[in-house]
Nanobody, 124 residues
Framework: QVQLTDSGGGLVAPGDSLRLSCSVF????????VAWFRQGPGKERDHVAA????????YSIDSLTGRFAISRDNAKNMAYLQMNALKPEDTAVYYC?????????????????WGQGTQVTVSS
């Protein structure tokens, strides 16, 4: 059974940093892709970033360029989202997701496995 545990969210002030973690357990085979999505209040779930097995990355939101960075540690079955210079508009529930294979997808339908979400609130 696949289990994803995402953590690291919290309440921070604008300009602060957070690092989200995603623990991956039970994926039926490797390689697999890990992605982060976020869902703000009253909004759809949007793709933030994804990383393939060998480290290739894709970011979907231009405003995150230079502020967010996705990474992974295959030996530890972990993935991370480093978020710097946080803004109030980054407030959302952040979800990690996994898809078996090498395709680094950007849509929710491409990811069958999901974490429970971790709340990030950026407010002064």
């Amino acid at each position: 059974q696949v289990q994803l545990t995402d953590s690291g969210g919290g309440l921070v002030a604008p300009g602060d940093s957070l690092r989200l973690s995603c623990s991956v357990f039970g994926v039926p085979s490797s390689p697999y892709t890990v992605a982060w999505f976020r869902q703000g209040p009253g909004k759809e779930r949007d793709h933030v970033a994804a990383i393939g097995w060998t480290g290739g990355t894709i970011y979907s939101i231009d405003s995150l360029t230079g502020r967010f960075a996705i990474s992974r540690d295959n030996a530890k079955n972990m993935a991370y989202l480093q978020m710097n210079a946080l803004k109030p508009e980054d407030t959302a529930v952040y979800y990690c997701a996994v898809a078996v294979g090498t395709n680094v997808g950007t849509t929710t339908s491409q990811y069958p496995y999901w974490g429970q979400g971790t709340q990030v609130t950026v407010s002064s």
